[in-house]
């Protein structure tokens, strides 16, 4: 899922692979708190937190 929003995000813009870019990145780490609310259905994060650290 969050490979699949990358590319919907990233890739037709600027053409940046899921398999570039960094685990740590900021844009990486909130696609994967993106596919983690559209897996779960809604979910409540804010900005730079990890899906982890969510409550």
Known sequence: MAQKIWED???ARDGR???EASRQSPEKSYVYQM???AL???ILFE?????SQVN
């Open 9 to 11: 995000l990233f890739g």
């Open 17 to 19: 692979s899921w398999s």
């Open 35 to 37: 596919a983690a609310a």
């Open 40 to 42: 779960m259905g809604s």
């Open 47 to 51: 900005p730079g937190s990890s899906v």
